[in-house]
């Protein structure tokens, strides 16, 4: 895929915005089907929100927490549970967290 990142606002507030494109739209990833491929949402503490919610219900994609791309541990929410969306759980880092209590 082709990627670029976008980055909106300073500090605790930044938000990353990827945008993709797929190089050969028949090979995976395909990062193009949905149209919104994935939405990652920072959460204050990624063990309890994955554990809360499996007991929901939620259907996680394999390999569990982990680390990502950016270095934060890091969980996707299977598109089954997601209305076809790949929704990612971001551990926020400490100063995220303090700046929105």
Do not use: C, Y
Not at 26 to 53: C, M, R, T
Not at 66 to 79: Q, T
Request: without cysteine.
């Amino acid at each position: 895929m082709d990627e670029d990142i976008l980055v909106v606002g300073k500090g605790p507030s930044e938000v990353e915005i990827d945008i993709m494109t797929p190089i050969d739209p028949n090979k995976s990833p395909k990062v193009h089907i949905p149209a919104l491929n994935h939405i990652g949402l920072w959460v204050d503490d990624i063990h309890l929100a994955v554990e809360q919610l499996t007991k929901d219900g939620v259907q996680f994609t394999p390999g569990g927490i982990r680390k990502g791309a950016s270095g934060h541990n890091v969980a996707f929410i299977h598109p089954k549970s997601a209305v076809g969306v790949l929704v990612e759980l971001v551990q926020a880092p400490p100063e995220v967290i303090a700046a929105n209590k």
